[in-house]
């Protein structure tokens, strides 16, 4: 097992926790839990704090490598397909990330693997919606409220 080093990143929306491997980013996530940051030094985390800070400021930043261990084949590729089709300021469907997946049909398994998103934002989760245009489910920060919140954040970023 790897050693993993941490550190908290302040957010408009309250701390991140950042969690990094030596392959990578290994979580990234809100956190009311107060922790001691890491005094080891990671590249990683340091990528981490400037892309949230970029990412509230509406500017543009390197985004972290991201470790996958632990990840099944799919969620691998569900976030990553997301994560590369779908940018800043859009928006896409359950089913439609699932097709643009190459996974027609699974759409009730694109939404379990964005439950259990270890990247808050960086895989943007939040931009994923329901067919019938409603918001869906966010399992991170405030929920739902937060989801809004960054849909929101992005649409007033792009104008």
């Not at 969690?19 to 979580?27: H, N, R």
């Not at 985390?45 to 261990?69: H, K």
Request: hydrophobic letters at 35%; charged letters at 20%; a positive charge.
């Amino acid at each position: 097992m790897q050693a993993m080093v941490v550190r908290q990143i302040d957010t408009p929306l309250g701390p991140m926790i950042a969690e990094a491997s030596k392959l990578g980013l290994t979580k990234l996530h809100w956190s009311n839990e107060v922790i001691t940051s890491s005094k080891t030094r990671s590249d990683h985390l340091d990528c981490a704090e400037r892309w949230v800070s970029a990412y509230f400021s509406g500017e543009n930043a390197p985004e972290p490598i991201l470790d996958f261990t632990g990840l099944t084949d799919f969620r691998q590729h569900i976030s990553l397909t997301l994560q590369k089709n779908v940018r800043f300021g859009q928006m896409t469907t359950y089913g439609d990330l699932a097709k643009s997946a190459r996974k027609s049909g699974a759409s009730r398994a694109v939404g379990s693997t964005m439950a259990k998103n270890p990247w808050t934002l960086l895989v943007p989760c939040h931009r994923v919606v329901k067919s019938d245009g409603g918001l869906g489910n966010y399992s991170a920060a405030d929920g739902i409220k937060t989801k809004a919140w960054l849909l929101n954040h992005e649409k007033r970023l792009m104008k």
